[in-house]
């Protein structure tokens, strides 16, 4: 096991374009420039800029290979990692270190839509496609080799039928076209799960977000025009609020109304160009937003409802940040600068980041964490080199790597 040493950058930015072959906002009037100029000047950063050295244990365990296309999305469940890629294929990895393998037979399902976004409930798989469609898979682990069976689309044949005959409450006008509320009308690219996992919500470029009972896959709810462009993200709190991230610049913040519909709690405005990633932390009181400004703003709750306040910024990263991951009290960062950095809250509410993760020659487009319980429980390893996580992260250049961190106990 390596230790790797290096100093933190200072804050001078890469003068070259944004590398736009990610496709990772819908914001068409975002400087090309952008990555030469400031990141938020107006948000204090929260984490030092100055040459400090910081050792920690990490290194890059394994690259997993197989993939031909963008790897967009990544999800953990049990002994099982999944990854989805922009040629729709689905793919199951072990998440053991040890087991680690390249391979071209781990594909459980395609269907000729890009995977966009991964989450899994149980024995099934929701994805989300560029086709406007959300899938549903039942998981078999006992056949690892066969391709895992679509047992529903979202919206159902039932529930397309039935808000058909009742198709007058179900659609809106746009121009002139009605447009039915309950289908999503562009790329569904992102979904999150309800703490209790009842319900799925589904966040799309349609300017739209939708809530889904996960034990019949119903359309609850859907709520039209909830951004001025394209979600990019959505996050679920475990006290029921919902966050929505944004190419308009805006993170908004939903809570249920006493018609037990969703309405704008909070609209959060600090970022100068699209949002790309949220996530929220281990309790819920922190919600980290990632923007193609190269910035990640840190909000905190201000009270017992569903406000937040700007607590202040992360820099480092010299291009957009494209997602964002939390495990225990670490916040991981992936970026189209090629690079997955660590970060870790302190006792005094500022942050250190604890290393940069180099290796993907394309962007860092998704990324999902766990700590290491193989190498925790290893009674070779010293209890003194520190709490093991592992961090996966998916990238355009189609590689998948796995890696291995250990963080000092405090």
């Known amino acids: 096991m390596g230790t790797h040493t290096f100093p933190l950058p200072s804050q001078t930015f890469d003068q070259d374009s944004t590398d736009q072959t990610n496709n990772f906002s819908s914001d068409s009037s975002m400087s090309s420039s952008i990555s030469s100029q400031p990141s938020l000047p107006s948000v204090p950063s929260l984490n030092k800029l100055s040459q400090e050295i910081f050792t920690i244990h990490h290194h890059c365990i394994s690259t997993l290979k197989g993939h031909s296309s963008n790897v967009f999305s990544l999800a953990l469940s049990g002994k099982h990692l999944y990854s989805g890629s922009s040629n729709s294929e689905l793919r199951v990895w072990s998440q053991t270190p ?25 024995d099934k798989l929701f994805s989300a496609h560029q086709d406007h469609k959300i899938r549903v898979w039942k998981i078999e682990h006992n056949t690892p080799s066969q391709n895992y069976k679509c047992v529903s689309t979202l919206p159902t ?15 809106v006008e746009t121009g ?11 790329t569904v690219s992102a979904l999150a799960l309800s703490i209790d996992g009842s319900f799925l919500y589904s966040a799309s470029w349609d300017r739209t977000f939708k809530i889904w009972r996960t034990s019949d896959y119903k359309c609850l709810e859907s709520v039209f025009n909830a ?5 990019n993200a959505i996050v679920s709190s475990s006290d029921g609020y919902i966050y929505t991230g944004s190419g308009d610049r805006k993170i908004k913040v939903w809570g249920k109304n006493g018609d037990n519909k969703h309405s704008i709690v909070d609209t959060l405005m600090e970022h100068k160009s699209a949002i790309n990633a949220l996530a929220l932390g281990s309790d819920g009181d922190i919600l980290y937003s990632g923007a193609c400004d190269r910035s990640i703003i840190v909000w905190e709750k201000t009270d017992g409802g569903g406000h937040m306040a700007v607590t202040g910024a992360l820099r480092g990263h010299t291009k957009p940040i494209l997602c964002l991951a939390v495990v225990s009290e670490l916040l991981c960062s992936g970026s189209a600068d090629k690079t997955v950095r660590i970060w870790t809250r302190k006792t005094d509410r500022s942050y250190s980041c604890l290393a940069v993760l180099e290796g993907h020659t394309g962007p860092v487009k998704c990324l999902t964490a766990a700590i290491d319980y193989s190498s925790a429980a290893d009674s070779n390893i ?9 961090i996966y992260s998916g990238s355009l250049d189609c590689d998948v790597k796995v890696w291995q961190i250990w963080v000092p106990f405090v």
């Open 98 to 122: 040890s087991d680690h393998h390249n391979s071209t037979d781990n594909i459980v399902s395609s269907c000729k839509s890009a995977v966009k976004c991964i989450v899994i409930l149980g």
């Open 382 to 390: 010293s209890p003194a080199a520190g709490a093991p996580y592992l």
């Open 157 to 171: 044949l039932s529930d397309r039928v039935t808000r058909l005959i009742f198709s007058g409450k179900n659609s």
């Open 227 to 231: 951004h001025d462009d394209a979600i």
């Open 176 to 186: 002139k076209h009605k447009k039915s509320t309950w289908v999503h009308h562009d």
